[in-house]
């Protein structure tokens, strides 16, 4: 079977790299959402915790059961509400003040400019009053930057807006609120956080999305994808591989199939433009859904070791890469 590696060197090299910009790492909470960005949600939850991160955040209930144990809090951005002792909800909307029960600690996402989810700028003092009178306990204030990534001030603007926000739900008299906006890209580019909390994904998985001006901080890949040797020929003059035939031997050839297709998460590109593995391999013909050809009979082959490189191939981003990839691949630990 295709397997994948985490290294726990690297993301604890990413951890404390981000530990450096945020003052500590009890600031950092993991997001582990969409099993941990395909890396897996227990083993990197588990590491996190060796670690010394307190907080995760997840996408639904049943990922923060999963991983209930390991840490102080878990915010959840969405789905049912389920009160839970450690757990937190992300409010996206007026509605969801109306819909989750009283008790449930929530944490107010604030739309200052991404018009994704949360409550509007005008919406915001009703918004805590209804959460007041619907008795839900507020422990957070929260909002998500749109264009952290990309050269431009929009960054600053958006900031300013959370700023404002702040200020309102002082006023309001919450206190005790946990205050967080940055993602990767904003605490990369960083350079006076404040704030209680930020809630990193990529940056702690190892890839840097941001352009090359802010390329300040080395991050290094957790996650190798492997593939097992399957079935190895020789391959003459003019014989074509796989579906299509769409790659034709130059030459007498000793090809082999590795384990690994588009069924577990694997792009399947275009075949006139082949993907390099990790070893510089070019993937011959067609990809299948549970077959790749290379030219070696090696037994197990590294396909990819650093999602950037290969999204850039794909034409899509690190995030997509590695959260494709089947949650039936096996995962270690190394
Ligand atoms: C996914 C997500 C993050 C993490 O973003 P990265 O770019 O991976 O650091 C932070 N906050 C929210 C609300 C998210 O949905």
Redo the contacts with the bound molecule.
Sequence with gaps: MAFITLSRDNFYHNLNQIALKTGSKEKIAI?L?DNA?GHGLEPMAKMASEFGIQHA?V?NYLEAKEIESLFESILI?GGEAVPGERFSY?INSLEDIARIPAGTRVEL?VDTGMHR?GIAMNDLVPALERIRQKKLHLIGV?T?FRS??VLSSELFWQRKQFERVKKIVAEAGFTQIRIHS??????LRSQDFNEDL????????GYN?LPKVFDNIELKPVLGLYAKRVATHILKEGERVGYGGAFTAPKEMRITTYDLGYGDGWPRGDSDNPYLTAEGLPMLGRVSMDFVTLETDAEEVCIMDHAQKAACHFGTIS?EMTTALSPNIERSVI
Aim: hydrophobic content about 50%; glycine content about 4%; charged content about 20%.
């Design positions: 997001v959402k960005y955040v996408r951005l992300a996402k989810n929260m998500h952290a990534d940055h993602n990767s890209a904003a605490i930020v809630r990193v994904g990529i940056a702690a998985y999305e995030y």
